[in-house]
């Protein structure tokens, strides 16, 4: 059964304050997603990563696969308020034809005024 | 931007009946898939549809559920007798390729009583 850790799974911090989530697997997976998740809702996209190594921004998120493709790791600079929000991590497996995702458990991030 | 739509909102019901969870994915979109979240615990996959059929499904989608495209825009999940451990939120999700993301519906919320 592939699994996807993801760590912290709560985080209160500091507006202005630097944080790093991380989401790791013994397995490799074909490409990652990141979701943010508010209350009530369905999960957003922010980010597909594909290629080992590869990272990508999003204005202060910066979000990179690990060179093996099994790890990923999410760091937001100088947190805002509404950075406030459960943040999951999610993988397609390689080989799968369909895409099915398999999620971690998320992290629940806080960030106070 | 175009959304994937889920309906109702929240269903309660009688276990033992049976529910038809309603999903109209996003217009293009080719590949559909059910995943669900039990309170506290993370998103699972639940089955993958593509070019009318099934392309692939967990164990938890046992004989109990059912899914069908009914039509060119519905996509519905069946559970039939229901459970007091199908209480749970039940998210539709849609994409294009298979090279692109999966985007999520808001959720149907499914209570047992």
């Known amino acids: 059964t592939q699994l996807l850790e993801q760590s912290p799974q709560f985080l209160s911090i500091q507006e202005g304050e630097n944080l790093t989530v991380y989401c790791n697997s013994s397995s490799v997976f074909s490409s990652l997603q990141w979701y943010r998740q508010e209350p009530g809702e369905g999960p957003v996209l922010l980010v597909t990563v594909v290629t080992g190594g590869e990272v990508k921004k999003l204005k202060r998120l910066t979000f990179q696969f690990g060179d093996a493709r099994k790890d990923s790791s999410l760091h937001i600079t100088a947190a805002q308020t509404g950075d406030t929000g459960l943040y999951l991590c999610?993988?397609?497996?390689?080989?799968?034809?369909?895409?099915?995702?398999?999620f971690g458990k998320g992290t629940k991030l806080s960030v106070k005024p | 931007e175009p959304e994937v739509t889920q309906t109702p909102s929240h269903q309660v019901t009688q276990m033992g009946q049976e529910v038809i969870l309603r999903c109209v994915p996003i217009s293009n979109h080719l590949y559909f898939y059910w995943y669900r979240q039990i309170l506290g615990q993370k998103v699972e996959f639940l089955v993958s549809?593509?070019?009318?059929?099934?392309?692939?499904k967990s164990e938890i989608f046992d004989d109990q559920f059912s899914v069908e495209r009914p039509d060119g825009s519905n996509f519905t999940l069946k559970i039939r007798s229901t459970k007091l451990e199908d209480s749970a939120m039940y998210f539709c999700?849609?994409?294009?390729?298979?090279?692109?993301?999966?985007?999520f519906g808001d959720g149907t919320r499914l209570s047992i009583l």
């Open positions: 999610a993988g397609a497996r390689y080989g799968g034809s369909q895409g099915n995702l398999i």
């Open positions: 999700a849609s994409r294009e390729r298979a090279s692109q993301p999966q985007h």
């Open positions: 549809f593509y070019n009318n059929e099934i392309s692939e």
